[in-house]
Structures are given as C-alpha cells and as structure tokens.
C-alpha cells in the first residue's frame, strides 16, 4: 500500500514539473479572447485574417480565440469561473451587469491610442457612463430575414410576420431570453427594457403562443437554416443578413415598423485577466482604423469608427441596413441591464415558456395504462411461478 | 484478497469524480439559488415540469423497447455464425460506435430535413415533401440508431455464453425449436436483455443533443432544461434538482426491469 502510494506521488510530482518547466521556458503570451461566434473577419473568402495579422505583427503574443453563443452564456462562463479570460466583447445590457457586478476591469487608455477613433457618439454610452471599461467593437439593429420566394411581401412589415401561421414550422427564433422576449414587448407596445410582471406576463404568452409555429429556438444554427431555405423566417442582426444574402439572394430583410433592438458590442478585459497590457495591445489593434474596417467588411455589422468607413467597400457604407437613416434609428431602442430580480423573472419566465406544454392529461393516461400493465404482468409471472413451485414440488414426491 | 490495493486507483477515481460530485449536485437540489439557503422549493417546483419528466420517459421506453426488438434477433444471428463470420459482425455493429455521436445525429439531420437528402428525392418525384424531422418519431429514431448498438452487444455477448448442451438435451427431450427458445434460450439471455436495456435507457432518457437536433420546441425532453439551466439561465439549482429527479426516476425504472428480467438462470432452465 505505502509503496504504491510512494509511486503514485511520484509519478503526480512529476508530472507537475514536466507541465511547470515548458510554461517557463517559452516566452509566448498567451491571450484568450472569448467573442461570439462568426464574429471576427477569419481570412475566408480573400477577406482579412484579423488574428494571423496581429500574431504577425506581435510574434510574442500568441491568441487562443474561443466562442460563446449568447450573453448569457459567456456570463455563466465567467460566473462559475474556472476559465479565464483576457478579452471578452459582449453587448451593452450585458456590460452594465458586468459593471455592477464589479466583473471587468477598468481599461488603461495611455496603451489605446486608437480609442481617438471612435465616434463621439459610441462614447460615454449608458451602459458604461464613464467609458472605463468598454470599447465599442461594433454596433447593429435587430430586424426579421425573410425568403421573398415563399413569404407574401404583404405580410412583411410587422413582427406580426414571426405569429403568422401560413408559415407555421418554417419561423426562427431567439435561442435567448432577452432578445425574444423584446420581439413579443415590442410587438405589444412595450419597452423592451419593461420589468412590469404584468407586461412581462403578457409577452410570456405571446411567446407561448408563438411556440407551435416555431421551428426551433436556435442562435448562429439560423445562417445554415435561412441559407439552404429549411426554413423561411427569422429574427436576426442586421450583420448577420448582409453575411447570409451573399449565399442566398432570396433573402430580405426589413426593420419591423414596432420598433427593435439597437445594439453596441463592446470590448472588455474581465476580472482575472493575466496580461492586460497584452489585451489592450489587442484592443488598440482592433481600433486600427485600417484593420477595423475590414475586419467589419467581413462582418457586415456597422463600425463605430467613422475613418475605417474609409478602407470599406462603398457598398456596404451605402448600404441602408447597416447604415440606416435617422428616421429608421429613431425606431430603435438600446437594452438596459434588468435588475436582479427582473433577469430571475425573464429567466424563469423563458423556461416557462419553452417548457409549456399540454401533453400532461395524455401522458399520465399512458403512464397510468403502463403501471396497470406492469402490475398485471407481475402477478401472472408470480402465479406463474407459485404453480410451477407446486408442480415441482409434487414431481420429487413421485 | 493480497491483490486489494489494485482496486484503490478505481475507489479513488470514484471518490473524487462520482461521490463528491454526487454530493455537490445534492447540496444544489436544496439551496436556493440566490440566497443560499437550505429549501425544498426546488424538488417540489418539479410538478411543473412532469410532462417532461413522462415525455422522456415514454420516448426512451419505446426507444429501448424497439432497440430490444432489433437487438435481438440480430444478437441470436450473429451468435449461430461460425466464429470468424461473428468477429466480422460484432465489428460491423462497433463500426458506428467509432464516429462521433454527434457527427451521427448531425448527420441524420441532413437526411431528414425538409430540404433534406430523402425530401430532396421525394419532391424531385413530384411528391409533397415528408414531415419526416421535428417530431417525436424523429427522436426515438435518433435513440435507436445512436443506442441500438448497446443493445445488440451485451445481448450478443449473454447468447453466445449459453452452452449449447443444454439446448442439445432439450431438443433430446423433444423439445422442437420455439419451445427450445422459449424454454432455453430466452431465460439464459436475461442478463443480456437486463445489461441491454439498462444501457439503452440510460443515455436515452437523460440526452438533450438528439432531441435538439432532431426534435421540435415540442419535443423538449428533461436533458435539455437541464442543459439551459446549466448553461445560460445560470440556475445550477434547479438544474441539480433536475437531474436528481432524473436519477431516482431512472433507478426507479431500472428496478422494474430488473424485476422482470432476474431470473436464476441455468438453475431454474435445468428444473423441470
């Protein structure tokens, strides 16, 4: 026993030193940057490779870039810890938490020169009232995709197109609750920011009512879907369809005319980061005019940079979907961060609605049927058994 | 007993990753998610969610129930090969097994959908496309094909360990060959059928993938609120209350099976 245990501490200890030395040898600093998915111009399709680019001109930095699917995800990531991360770019309501929550670490701007980039009207923001944590990365509308070879364009306009049931089982959705309970506020006449439990129980039912006509509940599954035309509708970031239409001409897109949610993301260093001068080298690099606009020509989202409009493909900076007009602007409304109690409700409401159901009668009634059935084949295999126990009994008495 | 200590690694391994976890994952079931206190509105906020609960259930019992139906006849042929012929079989069973899970499904996926390979052919013969995806039915197909080969092995393995002399001294005593399955075969392949079932029922009714990809928001089976609750509503509570339910409901249905498939073997075969 004790030996054993001699061989396996040995064999723990060394392990141990042979992870120690090569962390010390190489003088490569890692930086884990934690970003949404498809959300950085990655070199396909002959555009920027934006991560090859700031490795090539800082060889000492080495980047580990990992993807989240929504907010809320890339909270609960940071939340239950075990992870760190050095960059993360969620979106406004999200950074407000994050604040309060004393989450993200307050930048140094003497290493962002670039930050002087940035429009006035992307500083100071609401959600981050002092600018001390947070460089706007990108910014865009939420708006409803649509194929025009199946959607009747005199059902469009509205977010009445995503309850419409001559399209039942062909409508997406927002796989989060923040985002789909502002499509049914909006549609209703609420703020989307609303954290009256009586509007919030009327967008619940809305949703519920919605759900038979969905098709399914999804985040960046929707480009896939919407492209190979599996399904018809869907509420998505006005980007994201600028990337889709390229696959797919049918695609349309319009701003519902209830109004939407308008959005910053913004890039953040968390608590916990190990080389924030590193990260902010990265944020500065981003902020590269330059860089900035092809990386966001790739993406389709708006830039908050004015000047990278300059090294953009006119098209795009013409283009009444990323760039909409004031009136269309006017329109739209930015996400406040709910209290704790308000994000509970969403929460729990949002499992209410994908879990509703009215199934239970008809289950029970089967479940019931298996029980009886169940019991019934107990006790003839236990009768069974009792007679052939007699019976055998009076074969040895023979 | 002088080789003891070569069980400690496992006793370990299973402190460390099977006990404590399982500790942990009850300490969440009874606390309450902000303040921390001790509650039992977790576990009794669970009749909510009891159509779920039966939903997965029913959905994995027909799934076993229709891999036990495959299974076995496929684990009866392959038992009565030649031995070479069964060492090819048993790897054509495996073969699928060494593809990632969710490569299967996704795969499945693109067979099924409305756009998909079989509805791209159906409507290429001027056919309406098929509901084949986004339904129950498409769920318990995703189990089956993904657990059949769970079901198949141990069968396999409990048939083929049946010594053949016995079914010998049965056809001896006139026994013609249903009854010499009845009688013979089917009782000494129990163990197989209980490891079967148990194997296939498991995985089946805690999954969240399959019924993501293959079901419809109606479909929602209890693996995927576990999933959400874990991964983006930041509610570790009720998730843990969640998958306790889960377990006493799964060893709940184990025992009956078990009930029902215990049998003392060769002793009670050899009785007349």
């Known amino acids: 026993m004790k030996k054993f245990f001699a061989c396996f501490l040995a064999l723990v200890l060394g392990l141990m030193i042979l992870g120690a030395v090569p962390a010390k040898a190489a003088e490569k600093v890692t930086l884990n940057v934690y970003n949404w998915g498809q959300y950085i111009s990655d070199g396909s399709d002959g555009y920027i490779d934006v991560i090859a680019e700031f490795e090539k001109v800082y060889p000492n930095i080495h980047v580990n870039y990992m993807t989240f699917d929504s907010n809320e995800t890339m909270y609960t990531k940071l939340q239950s810890g075990g992870s760190t991360y050095d960059i993360i770019i969620p979106s406004d309501y999200m950074i407000d938490t994050l604040i309060s929550e004393d989450m993200l670490e307050p930048l140094d701007f003497s290493n962002i020169p670039n930050y002087k980039y940035v429009d006035e009207a992307y500083k100071n923001m609401a959600y981050d009232p002092e600018n001390k944590y947070s460089v706007p990365y990108t910014w865009g509308c939420v708006g409803v995709i649509y194929n025009s070879k199946y959607v009747n364009e005199e059902d469009v306009g509205s977010w009445d197109l995503m309850w419409n049931k001559n399209y039942a089982g062909k409508i997406l959705m927002f796989d989060n609750p923040r985002d789909a309970f502002a499509i049914a506020e909006r549609l209703l006449g609420y703020s989307l920011n609303t954290e009256d439990p009586e509007e919030m129980a009327a967008a619940t039912e809305k949703l519920k009512e919605q759900k038979n006509l969905v098709q399914s509940y999804v985040m960046d599954q929707i480009f896939d879907k919407l492209e190979r035309e599996e399904a018809w509708i869907g509420a998505y970031y006005a980007g994201d369809y600028l990337l889709m239409v390229e696959e797919n001409e049918d695609l349309r897109f319009f701003f519902p005319e209830e109004g939407f949610n308008l959005f910053v993301d913004a890039i953040c260093i968390p608590k916990g980061c190990q080389h924030k001068e590193e990260a902010e080298t990265f944020i500065n690099f981003l902020c590269d005019p330059e860089i900035c606009g092809q990386n966001l020509e790739y993406l389709g989202y708006s830039t908050p940079l004015s000047e990278a409009k300059n090294y953009m493909d006119p098209e795009i900076t013409e283009s009444d979907i990323a760039y909409p007009s004031e009136d269309i602007l006017a329109n739209g409304e930015a996400f406040a961060a709910l209290s704790v109690e308000g994000n509970q409700r969403m929460n729990s409401l949002w499992l209410s609605v994908k879990t509703d159901d009215n199934v239970l009668g008809k289950y029970l009634i089967l479940t019931g049927a298996a029980i009886v059935v169940v019991i019934g084949l107990w006790l003839f295999f236990k009768i069974r058994k009792t007679r052939s126990i007699k019976r055998r009994g009076m074969f040895y008495k023979k | ?272």
């Open chain 2, 1 to 272: 007993m002088k080789r003891k200590w070569l069980t400690a690694p496992y006793i370990v391994w299973m402190l460390l990753f099977t006990i404590i976890p399982l500790c942990i994952v009850i300490y969440f079931a009874f606390t309450d998610s902000i303040t921390g206190e001790f509650t039992f509105s977790n576990i009794t906020g669970m009749w909510d969610y009891a159509p779920i609960f039966l939903r997965s259930i029913w959905l994995s019992v027909i799934a076993t129930i229709i891999c036990l139906i495959i299974g076995y006849p496929v684990a009866y042929t392959i038992a009565q090969c030649e031995p070479r012929t069964q060492q090819m079989l048993q790897m054509l069973i495996m073969l699928p097994m060494c593809m990632s899970f969710l490569l299967r499904t996704l795969a499945w996926v693109a067979l099924l959908e409305d756009t998909g390979i079989i509805n791209n052919l159906v409507t290429a013969l001027g056919l309406t496309p098929l509901p084949l995806i986004r339904n129950s039915g498409a769920v318990i197909l995703g189990m089956v094909y993904n657990y059949l080969p769970y079901m198949i092995l141990p069968l396999y393995t409990s048939i083929s360990k049946i010594n053949p002399r016995l079914i010998e001294a049965a056809e001896d005593l006139g026994c013609n060959k249903s009854k010499v399955f009845g009688k013979v075969t089917l009782p000494l392949s129990m163990p197989g059928i209980a490891s079967g079932i148990t194997m296939v029922f498991v995985p089946a009714v805690s999954t969240f993938y399959i019924s993501q990809k293959l079901g419809s928001p109606g479909t929602i089976l209890v693996g995927d609120i576990i999933e959400s609750q874990f991964k983006g509503a930041y509610n570790p509570n009720l998730g843990a209350a969640m998958s306790l339910i889960l377990m006493i409901l799964i060893f709940i249905c184990i025992g009956i099976s078990n009930h029902f498939t215990n049998s003392d073997s060769e002793e009670e075969v050899m009785m007349p």
